[in-house]
């Protein structure tokens, strides 16, 4: 999952590697998931794959993003990042917020911060050190809530 977060990290290098000690291509299913399909993704499957298939997901799938879901960010400061951060909050305690760090030490050190703030809404972490089961059961928690705060790596 995530290969071209993978790539976009440098770690092409280790993907090829990988797949050097891997059955031949004739031999083995290879499953490659990315949100975007990147240069080197394709790049990527060119070189290690037989006959690829590309499955896209188009707007009017099942799965297509919410008209009703806003995106926004804020270029701040890195002082002012946690007080810009709780003001959003506290101003859409009806709403679910979902919070995307780097890394999962961003995360739990985020929520543990307003987890001691108490901002009004349930706050909660999602990040790929959590055992699957962990993972799925904070995201449907999540997903059961009103309304709630959530800190998650971009690979959780």
């Given amino acids: 999952d995530e290969a071209d977060r993978l790539l976009d990290m440098g770690f092409a290098a280790e993907l090829n590697a990988i797949i050097d000690y891997l059955p031949p291509a004739g031999e083995r299913q290879t499953l490659l998931f990315s949100a975007t399909q990147t240069k080197s993704?394709?790049?990527?499957?060119?070189?290690?794959?037989?006959?690829?298939?590309?499955?896209?997901?188009?707007?009017?799938?099942?799965?297509?993003?919410?008209?009703?879901?806003?995106?926004?960010?804020?270029?701040?400061?890195?002082?002012?990042k946690l007080n810009l951060l709780y003001s959003f909050v506290k101003s859409h305690l009806k709403h679910k917020v979902i919070v995307f760090v780097t890394a999962t030490k961003q995360a739990r050190?985020?929520?543990?911060?307003?987890?001691r703030m108490q901002p009004g809404v349930p706050v909660t972490v999602l990040h790929g050190k959590q055992k699957q089961k962990r993972r799925m059961v904070v995201y449907y928690d999540f997903v059961e809530k009103p309304a709630a705060l959530m800190f998650c790596t971009d690979v959780a």
């Fill in 41 to 80: 993704v394709r790049d990527l499957a060119r070189l290690n794959l037989r006959d690829p298939c590309y499955v896209a997901v188009h707007e009017k799938a099942q799965f297509a993003t919410p008209a009703q879901l806003t995106q926004n960010y804020v270029v701040c400061s890195l002082p002012d």
């Fill in 109 to 115: 050190f985020m929520y543990e911060a307003f987890r």
